[in-house]
């Protein structure tokens, strides 16, 4: 089955800095990749999505690029800010629609952000 | 997206019991999963509830231990059974919309003693 790898697992970075967390994923069948916040004591958000028929999404202060060849792709959150602190997930699968079974995510082991005053 | 509601927020159970998780959503949803996240860990599929068929089960699910029901296209049950000190954990639900994006609800947070 899929195995997704997260990193780094912990990330502090300064008010106004970028941050970026990667991932890779092992089944090159995976064409959904989408990437949620979990805040402390709530669901995860889903806060961005990519398929695989694009490279790069962005979506204001957030983006993410997909790297189809090297099966890995990766969130970049620009001018950082204390409410980004979070912990963030990424995911992947292999969209197969209501009558195949649905969007079963596959998880990456999370990276715990910290924006620094 | 979705507004989804779970109920109970929080529980504290003793081992050998059981305890159903309910999962209320806004709207109609063909598609519905239940994850399982233990403490400071991933997110773990559960299993797949269609409404109107037999939930489907991952590798290491098995029905006896996680009943669920899927009466209607806007809730769904989780019971966890039998319950033991392992099974402390955050169960979380989440819908599929059209679009194939996935949205969770708030997660019941459970420990069993």
């Known amino acids: 089955g899929e195995n997704v790898e997260q990193h780094p697992s912990t990330l502090s970075v300064q008010e106004g800095d970028s941050a970026v967390i990667k991932c890779t994923y092992s089944?090159?069948?995976?064409?959904?990749f989408p990437w949620y916040k979990q805040e402390l004591g709530k669901g995860p958000q889903l806060i961005i999505d990519i398929r695989s028929n694009v490279g790069e999404k962005k979506d204001q202060r957030i983006a993410v690029t997909l790297n189809k060849t090297a099966k890995h792709f990766s969130l970049h959150i620009t001018e950082t800010q204390p409410e980004d602190s979070a912990v963030y997930f990424c995911a992947a699968s292999i969209e197969k629609g209501l009558t195949g079974g649905g969007n079963k995510l596959t998880f990456g082991t999370g990276t715990q952000l910290k924006v620094e005053l | 997206s979705a507004v989804i509601s779970q109920k109970p927020s929080r529980d504290i159970c003793q081992r050998g019991t059981s305890l159903t998780i309910q999962c209320q959503v806004d709207?109609?949803?063909?598609?519905m999963f239940w994850y399982r996240q233990q403490p400071g860990q991933s997110l773990t599929l559960i299993a797949t509830?269609?409404?109107?068929?037999?939930?489907?089960?991952e590798s290491g699910f098995v029905i006896d231990k996680f009943p669920i029901s899927r009466p209607n296209l806007t809730f769904s049950t989780l019971t966890v059974s039998n319950m033991s000190p392992e099974d402390s954990s955050i169960y979380l639900c989440?819908?599929?919309?059209?679009?194939?994006?996935?949205?969770f609800g708030p997660g019941t947070r459970l420990t069993v003693t």
């Open positions: 989440s819908v599929e919309l059209g679009s194939y994006e996935q949205y």
């Open positions: 709207s109609q949803v063909t598609m």
């Open positions: 509830a269609n409404q109107g068929s037999e939930a489907t089960y």
């Open positions: 089944d090159s069948a995976s064409n959904y």
